[in-house]
């Protein structure tokens, strides 16, 4: 069989990063987040805290919202976009493998053997993660989740021109709050044996 990819989307606090790592542990795939911006960071010879500062932002481009490092050109950030939608069609390219957010499932849309997952949750659901995992008090839990929630969509619908939750991108959408991390990586898991008949 060719390769056959997984890409992750997800609501900030869904626990999507989490439920993407045991799914790759399960199928024994390789997992990749975090390893796309360190390769664009060394590709475009920059440092990996200037791919994040304008990977975490938007100009006035971005529905002329308030966000941190404003001084980032429109330009830089589709230099990075680019670098990274470049990284990510390689990867595909190489192996099986899970890939999450970077708009993956919509560089990838038109890949044969691709399984693209939508993670969500209640949004009482994820304010408790927040509070819970990054120790934040109920304010700021409430006001990063509403932040990273508006800065993520207007990201995706700047490069994919649509919503994050369109689904005519996602094979699937799953509320993570029913069964939690392990449950829903199992169930997921499961769900890409039948699609790629493993």
């Known amino acids: 069989m060719d390769n056959y990819i997984i890409t992750i989307s997800r609501q900030f606090g869904s626990l999507g990063r989490p439920i993407a790592q045991e799914m790759a542990k399960l199928l024994n795939l390789e997992y990749y987040d ?20 304008v ?23 589709d230099t ?22 970077r708009c993956s499932d919509y560089i990838l849309r038109n890949y044969k053997n691709h399984l693209s ?7 009482y659901e994820r304010l408790k993660n927040c509070i819970d995992t990054l120790q934040l008090s109920p304010e700021d ?13 207007a990201y995706y619908q700047h490069y994919a021109g649509c919503s994050m939750q369109d689904t005519s991108l996602k094979s699937l959408m799953v ?12 169930m997921l898991v499961e769900f890409a ?6």
């Not at 529905?63 to 404003?70: E, S």
């Not at 006001?143 to 993520?152: I, M």
């Not at 044996?193 to 493993?198: A, I, P, S, V």
């Open 117 to 123: 997952i939508y993670i969500y949750a209640p949004y």
């Open 34 to 53: 975090r390893y796309i911006v360190g390769k664009a960071a060394s590709n475009l010879e920059v440092d990996v805290s200037e791919i994040e500062s």
């Open 55 to 77: 990977e975490e932002s938007a100009t006035q481009r971005y529905k002329n919202m308030r966000f941190p490092f404003a001084k980032h050109t429109t330009e830089m950030q």
């Open 141 to 153: 839990a409430r006001k990063t989740l509403d932040d990273v929630d508006r800065t993520r969509e």
């Open 80 to 101: 990075i976009f680019e670098q990274q939608k470049k990284i990510i069609q390689e990867l595909a390219d190489k192996e099986s493998c899970i890939i999450v957010g």
């Open 175 to 186: 509320d993570s709050s029913i069964l939690g991390i392990e449950g829903t990586a199992q």
């Open 193 to 198: 044996k039948r699609r790629f008949r493993l």
